[in-house]
């Protein structure tokens, strides 16, 4: 592999502290809000699905695989915010970048709260929904580059792991919230009250967070964007080319990220329709395994982006790669086992969550570390939403199609291990000295 033309070296940060703890509670609202929404999509999936999604006589399955349809959907535009907000972001500042996509995101999900459904509405309320789904992968899609640029451009010397994993942190934190959400309405309503009406009361939480994240990020000191860098001089004294350069690096991103995108919405979100469709698990006992996957993921994800900051990306992410890649299945066939010990099966989704939070602690900074700060927010953006739009928006869809084509439950196992792998591979192409440089 060639080894990529250095860009300029930034001057030591003279980032105030307060400042410093400022991007960084900012920089997670944001990224909070967002996972929250996309993990109750998750966790009402089957629900969404007979509303909006399957007309009278419709199978359960088709319902489920055209929600998870919509959810892939909304992926495949998060690459497209990603290259529209990462270059404002880039071109004019982090700040205004940051404040416009946590508005579309808050207002986009306060929306789907209040959508009438197919029995009221007919085929326009799926089209409308879709469209909603939309406007939240486009926002999603510019959430993260410029928060994790704003977080780890903070961050202190040595600790740039460390601040690039709240940003996982907060992914861990929306999660547990929407699966706590969801267990609550579970428990408290009955399955005719769930499906009326309750299912509709997580979307509107958003609106309150939302407008909190507003404030947080208004009050964000105002940056300038990064000046561009002098073009370099080729042997022959032409100017060269820097955007092969930047396509490069986010294609190996992609590759780095692919483990981590597939495996954790294998196992943390995916999980409750997979149980339920596939297992005939209760929908809440199936949100109980997820929860323990969270649990698992979050307990994980800042040790991992600590240790990072001593040891190098590279080990801590290919320890993750590694044992997701290994122990998928044989954790899966545990989890399958109807007669396997309950305490043996929570042990082994937490297990699963913790192995994902070794490669998603420290992805953050080593994204980061990948570009020079004239393109940051939309290179590490578009690796991030890629990777996300291809492995995680359509794992629900290919779990479950498949699934119910080949009546092979161990489907997820396979999807997690054969990506996770193939990141290890991608991963090992990281110099073990990234986290001592400079950003770029």
């Given at each position: 592999?060639?080894?990529?033309?250095?860009?300029?070296?930034?001057?030591?940060?003279?980032?105030?502290?307060?400042?410093?703890?400022?991007?960084?509670?900012?920089?997670?609202?944001?990224?909070?809000?967002?996972?929250?929404?996309?993990?109750?999509?998750?966790?009402?999936?089957?629900?969404?699905?007979?509303?909006?999604?399957?007309?009278?006589?419709?199978?359960?399955?088709?319902?489920?695989?055209?929600?998870?349809?919509?959810?892939?959907?909304?992926?495949?535009?998060?690459?497209?915010?990603?290259?529209?907000?990462?270059?404002?972001?880039?071109?004019?500042?982090?700040?205004?970048?940051?404040?416009?996509?946590?508005?579309?995101?808050?207002?986009?999900?306060?929306?789907?709260?209040?959508?009438?459904?197919?029995?009221?509405?007919?085929?326009?309320?799926?089209?409308?929904?879709?469209?909603?789904?939309?406007?939240?992968?486009?926002?999603?899609?510019?959430?993260?580059?410029?928060?994790?640029?704003?977080?780890?451009?903070?961050?202190?010397?040595?600790?740039?792991?460390?601040?690039?994993?709240?940003?996982?942190?907060?992914?861990?934190?929306?999660?547990?919230?929407?699966?706590?959400?969801?267990?609550?309405?579970?428990?408290?309503?009955?399955?005719?009250?769930?499906?009326?009406?309750?299912?509709?009361?997580?979307?509107?939480?958003?609106?309150?967070?939302?407008l909190v994240a507003l404030r947080l990020r208004?009050?964000?000191?105002?940056?300038?964007?990064?000046?561009?860098?002098?073009?370099?001089?080729?042997?022959?004294?032409?100017?060269?080319?820097?955007?092969?350069?930047?396509?490069?690096?986010?294609?190996?991103?992609?590759?780095?990220?692919?483990?981590w995108s597939a495996a954790g919405y294998t196992?943390?979100?995916?999980?409750?329709?997979?149980?339920?469709?596939?297992?005939?698990?209760?929908?809440?006992?199936?949100?109980?395994?997820?929860?323990?996957?969270?649990?698992?993921?979050?307990?994980?994800?800042?040790?991992?982006?600590?240790?990072?900051?001593?040891?190098?990306r590279r080990t801590v992410m290919v320890a993750?790669?590694?044992?997701?890649?290994?122990?998928?299945?044989?954790?899966?066939?545990?989890?399958?086992?109807?007669?396997?010990?309950?305490?043996?099966?929570?042990?082994?989704?937490?297990?699963?969550?913790?192995?994902?939070?070794?490669?998603?602690?420290?992805?953050?900074?080593?994204?980061?570390?990948?570009?020079?700060?004239?393109?940051?927010?939309?290179?590490?953006?578009?690796?991030?939403?890629?990777?996300?739009?291809?492995?995680?928006?359509?794992?629900?869809?290919?779990?479950?199609?498949?699934?119910?084509?080949?009546?092979?439950?161990?489907?997820?196992?396979?999807?997690?291990?054969?990506?996770?792998?193939?990141?290890?591979?991608?991963?090992?192409?990281?110099?073990?000295?990234?986290?001592?440089?400079?950003?770029?």
């Open positions: 592999m060639t080894t990529p033309v250095p860009g300029p070296v930034r001057p030591p940060a003279t980032v105030r502290p307060d400042d410093a703890r400022r991007a960084l509670v900012a920089g997670s609202v944001g990224n909070f809000i967002e996972w929250y929404e996309f993990g109750i999509y998750g966790y009402f999936a089957t629900v969404i699905a007979a509303q909006f999604f399957t007309p009278e006589g419709g199978s359960e399955v088709e319902g489920l695989v055209r929600a998870y349809a919509s959810f892939a959907l909304a992926f495949f535009f998060r690459p497209v915010g990603a290259a529209v907000f990462g270059r404002f972001g880039d071109r004019v500042g982090r700040r205004p970048a940051l404040v416009l996509v946590v508005g579309l995101m808050t207002g986009a999900t306060a929306m789907i709260g209040v959508l009438p459904t197919y029995a009221s509405i007919g085929a326009a309320a799926p089209w409308l929904l879709t469209l909603l789904r939309i406007l939240q992968g486009l926002s999603a899609g510019g959430e993260f580059g410029g928060a994790v640029s704003v977080m780890t451009e903070s961050a202190p010397p040595g600790r740039r792991g460390l601040y690039g994993a709240w940003q996982s942190f907060t992914v861990a934190l929306g999660l547990l919230a929407g699966a706590a959400v969801a267990v609550v309405l579970a428990s408290v309503l009955t399955t005719a009250q769930l499906h009326g009406w309750g299912w509709r009361v997580p979307f509107l939480l958003v609106l309150p967070l939302g208004l009050r964000l000191p105002a940056d300038e964007p990064p000046a561009p860098a002098p073009p370099t001089r080729g042997p022959e004294g032409r100017p060269r080319r820097r955007r092969g350069e930047t396509v490069r690096a986010v294609l190996l991103g992609v590759g780095r990220m692919m483990g196992f943390l979100v995916v999980l409750p329709s997979y149980l339920q469709s596939t297992l005939g698990t209760s929908f809440q006992r199936a949100l109980l395994g997820t929860v323990l996957a969270n649990l698992g993921f979050a307990a994980s994800i800042l040790p991992a982006g600590r240790l990072s900051d001593r040891i190098g993750g790669a590694l044992l997701v890649a290994v122990l998928a299945l044989p954790l899966l066939h545990l989890v399958q086992d109807p007669d396997g010990p309950a305490y043996a099966k929570g042990a082994a989704l937490f297990a699963a969550g913790a192995g994902v939070g070794l490669m998603a602690g420290p992805g953050p900074a080593m994204l980061a570390e990948m570009f020079p700060a004239r393109v940051r927010c939309t290179g590490l953006g578009l690796a991030y939403a890629l990777s996300n739009a291809v492995f995680s928006g359509c794992a629900g869809l290919i779990i479950t199609e498949v699934v119910a084509r080949t009546g092979n439950v161990d489907v997820p196992g396979y999807y997690a291990a054969t990506t996770c792998a193939v990141s290890v591979a991608a991963l090992l192409t990281l110099r073990g000295d990234d986290h001592e440089r400079a950003l770029r």
